[in-house]
C-alpha cells in the first residue's frame, strides 16, 4: 500500500495513525490494485491519497519515498488571461471569429498543473469563440467551448 500525507495536517500521535493505516491496509488486501477511493480513508484527517498494489515483491518493506502532487487547473489565472486576451483583441484586425490556444508547459514547475476542466464550471469567454488549453508532452488539446 502506498500512501501520501497531508503537509497541512500534523501528525498528533503516531501510534493511532500507525494503527488506522494498518487498519485500512486489512480492509483493502482483498480488492483490486488501484487507488483507494477517498470516502475509505476519510476517516483518517492525515491521509491525503492511497494506492494498494496486491503484488507481493520479493524485497517488501517499508520506505519513505518522494512524491510530488500537480495542483489543479488555476481557473482565476484562466479568467484573467482571457480578460487580457479579449482586450488585445479589439487591436486584431476583423475576422469572422477569433479562438484562443493557452499552453501549460510542463517545463516550467511554474506552470505544472493539471488541466482538466472541473464538471459545471464555465467562465466567460471574452472575445473568443473557442478556447484551448494544451499541456505539452502529455496531453491532448481540451476544446473549452462556451457559446
Sequence with gaps: ???????????????????????LGRSIEQGPSDAVPDYAFEHIPELEWV??????????????????????????????????KTELAKKYRPCDAYWLLMVVNFWNPASDQDISWPDGVTVHAGAFERIFLYRTHFVPIEVLTWR
Excluded: C
Design 1 to 23: 500500500m502506498n500512501y501520501r500525507l497531508h503537509f497541512d495536517k500534523p501528525i498528533g500521535k503516531i501510534e493511532p495513525l500507525a494503527k488506522a493505516i494498518a487498519e
Design 51 to 84: 494506492y494498494w498494489n496486491g503484488r507481493e515483491y520479493p524485497d517488501a518493506k517499508w520506505r519513505v519515498t518522494q512524491s510530488y502532487a500537480v495542483p489543479s487547473l488555476a481557473l482565476p489565472r484562466i479568467e484573467k488571461t482571457i480578460a487580457e
